[in-house]
């Protein structure tokens, strides 16, 4: 469907070094990279001292997830969004629009809508070192590692935000005012940890992403989980069937989810990394990273391509 060849642009872009990112909300000290099988959290919580590297943003969210370095939170050149969580802290953004293609692609990635799947949102940032700078990309990206800060930055990270809601269960899905509230009594017993809210988009960091969607208007959803190690995937186009070690298994559809909410219009992938807490290794995470580009290329058309072949005879 492209000409671009995404092996070599991979491989290009891995061996680039990321521009500096240079707003001072974000600054946050360098450290070495880490490699290989890491760990993708601390045990310990996010320090609470005067300085004012810690209350940066970078500073808070390294000092929980052990394999995102600093230098690599620094480099990411994630801008606050304007919109914050419960507890404000910001959520951060990365859009890297492509100068190559008048009509890329445009994705929309996300890490960390469960702030107890660390891994996610590590794996986000692993992959923001990966782009392909502005001139050479056949993407449009939206990336937002960190969807909900306050469950990741809590004393002990838990799946819910800081209202004690499943952000994947507050999206306005058809007849969320009964079956929302309907699954979580009788499917889940009450969990607190899979609440749905009092309302559909009841949360700052739901709301404003429902927002975001509205806005950027994506041709692709990528929403990154653990810890069921599988693919996932709600849309009108064909899935995925393998990415690296990771193989389609869809995982049901639930009211209130991302997937159940975005999938009529926009297709959702969702990757559910095998652990919560570690990261797979560099070699795996590069054959996920890869393999995606890959099935993006071959499957998700751009906004020109859908209206191209609507305007053709015959099909409609």
């Given at each position: 469907m492209r000409s671009l060849n995404f092996l070599a642009l991979l491989t290009f872009s891995i061996t680039c070094t990321s521009s500096v990112f240079s707003a001072a909300a974000l600054a946050a000290p360098a450290?070495?990279?880490?490699h290989g099988h890491a760990p993708a959290h601390k045990n310990n919580a996010p320090a609470a001292n005067n300085s004012a590297s810690a209350r940066t943003p970078c500073a808070r969210l390294t000092a929980r997830l052990q394999s995102v370095t600093p230098a690599m939170c620094q480099n990411s050149q994630l801008v606050q969004s304007g919109a914050r969580s419960r507890q404000g802290?910001?959520?951060?953004?990365?859009?890297?629009?492509?100068?190559?293609?008048?009509?890329?692609?445009?994705?929309?990635?996300?890490?960390?809508i469960h702030g107890d799947e660390l891994s996610a949102s590590s794996a986000v940032f692993q992959w923001m070192q990966w782009l392909p700078p502005s001139d050479s990309s056949p993407l449009h990206w939206n990336i937002v590692p960190v969807l909900n800060p306050d469950g990741m930055l809590a004393p002990k990270p838990r799946r819910v935000n800081a209202n004690g809601v499943d952000l994947n269960r507050n999206f306005p899905t058809p007849r969320w005012n009964v079956e929302a509230q309907r699954y979580w009594v009788s499917k889940t017993g009450r969990d607190p940890r899979r609440f749905p809210g009092s309302s559909p988009l009841s949360e700052p960091e739901s709301r404003w992403l429902s927002e975001e969607i509205k806005r950027f208007k994506p041709q692709l959803i990528i929403s990154v989980h653990a810890p069921f190690g599988v693919l996932d995937f709600d849309g009108p186009v064909d899935p995925p069937v393998r990415f690296g070690a990771l193989r389609l298994a869809p995982i049901g559809v639930y009211p209130g989810s991302l997937g159940a909410y975005s999938s009529s219009q926009?297709?959702?992938?969702?990757?559910?990394?095998?652990?919560?807490?570690?990261?797979?290794?560099?070699?795996?995470?590069?054959?996920?990273?890869?393999?995606m580009l890959k099935w993006i290329e071959q499957n998700i058309p751009s906004s020109n391509q859908v209206a191209m072949a609507n305007a053709r005879p015959g099909t409609r």
């Open positions: 450290h070495a990279a880490a802290f910001p959520i951060l953004t990365r859009q890297q629009a492509s100068t190559s293609k008048k009509d890329a692609v445009r994705v929309l990635l996300i890490g960390g926009v297709p959702v992938l969702t990757i559910e990394l095998p652990s919560a807490g570690r990261l797979p290794d560099q070699a795996e995470m590069r054959r996920i990273w890869q393999d």
